[in-house]
């Protein structure tokens, strides 16, 4: 995760973004290097943090079977989007959400 080069642009692209724990500060823990990283984040941090460790993987994918590397940007975009979503659900799980948007009731 920290040697790839596309893994560390796509993490620091995040770090921008959203709340993250620090590249610097992750160590080489073992085999569960990835448990002991989630158990020291927030709960605010531990999302982004799966999310991007999720689209690494799959930018991993993507070299091994040569196809090109999706864009950062377009990783950063993706990411901040579904963690908006999956937030937004966590906070309003019985509105309807359509394209982005809420019902909105009005008081009588």
């Not at 158990?39 to 930018?59: D, F, G, Y």
Request: glycine share 2%; charged share 25%.
């Amino acid at each position: 995760m920290c040697r790839c080069p596309l893994a560390r642009m796509s993490w620091e692209a995040m770090a921008k973004s959203e709340s993250m724990t620090r590249l610097e500060d992750i160590t080489n823990t073992g085999t569960e290097w990835a448990l002991h990283l989630l158990n020291r984040c927030t709960e605010e941090q531990r999302l982004p943090v799966i999310m991007t460790l999720w689209r690494s993987w799959h930018v991993r994918n993507e070299v091994v079977h040569q196809k090109p590397a999706p864009a950062i940007e377009a990783s950063r975009r993706l990411l901040c989007s579904y963690i908006d979503n999956l937030r937004c659900i966590q906070q309003h799980p019985h509105e309807d959400i359509v394209k982005g948007k809420m019902i909105m009731y009005t008081r009588s």
